[in-house]
């Protein structure tokens, strides 16, 4: 997803950073491999997006990076955005993010890991998205055992937040809509209209 680097490279431009963003690499690590060792001469921290879906057999991110550094790829209990890596990579020991593949996974996971590890570096050690509680104005579902992260429009003066339709990891279009993710816990599966619940204030 070309449109995945044009994403990431505003959301770190947001976060104060001076992005650069590479255009889409083919599944082939004799490619991938000069791309990323390009990067890390001028990056403080590399962001991935996609080949590190967990058993595909074009996890070719995954491949490449484990002849330059050290990655740990887990799946994480959250939707979206299950498939993740962190590690560090090449001489300086370069940080680096692999993040899935889907436009939402993708962006979902900036803001909840990048984001804060960019502070980090920037040295605001507690640097995250600004959180409210809400109403929600409908029922909410999530699968349970994962922390679900949902679009949604916040209304700051009437304390409400609607979840938008089309929650799907590729419907980009609900994303633009957003202003905040509404969070539901790994512990919850079911939020009734009128419930309170956590909400993250997307920039």
């Known amino acids: 997803w070309d449109s995945n680097s044009f994403m990431l490279a505003a959301a770190a431009r947001e976060a104060g950073c001076l992005a650069f ?17 390009d990067q890390l001469l001028r990056a403080d921290l590399l962001v ?6 967990m058993g595909g057999r074009h996890d070719v991110v995954k491949d490449t990076l484990g002849r330059l550094g050290t990655i740990q790829f887990r799946k994480v ?64 579902h999530s699968p349970p055992g994962r922390r679900s992260y949902l679009r949604g429009v916040l209304n700051r003066v009437s ?24 969070v539901v816990p790994e512990w919850v599966v079911h939020v009734k209209e009128g419930g309170d619940t956590e909400v993250l204030c997307l920039p």
């Open 77 to 140: 209990a959250m939707q979206p955005g299950m498939p993740q890596g962190f590690g560090t990579i090449g001489e300086d020991r370069t940080p680096i993010f692999t993040l899935p593949g889907n436009p939402v996974s993708a962006y979902v996971s900036f803001q909840v890991f990048v984001l804060a590890a960019l502070g980090a570096l920037q040295g605001q050690r507690d640097r995250q998205l600004p959180s409210v509680r809400a109403t929600v104005t409908a029922p909410l």
């Open 48 to 53: 991935t997006s996609g080949g590190v879906s």
């Open 21 to 37: 963003r590479h255009g889409p690499v083919p599944d082939d690590p004799l490619e991938m491999l000069p791309a990323i060792e």
């Open 159 to 182: 304390g409400t937040v609607a979840p938008l339709s089309g929650q799907g990891s590729h419907q980009v279009a609900t994303l633009g809509k957003a202003n905040a993710l509404i």
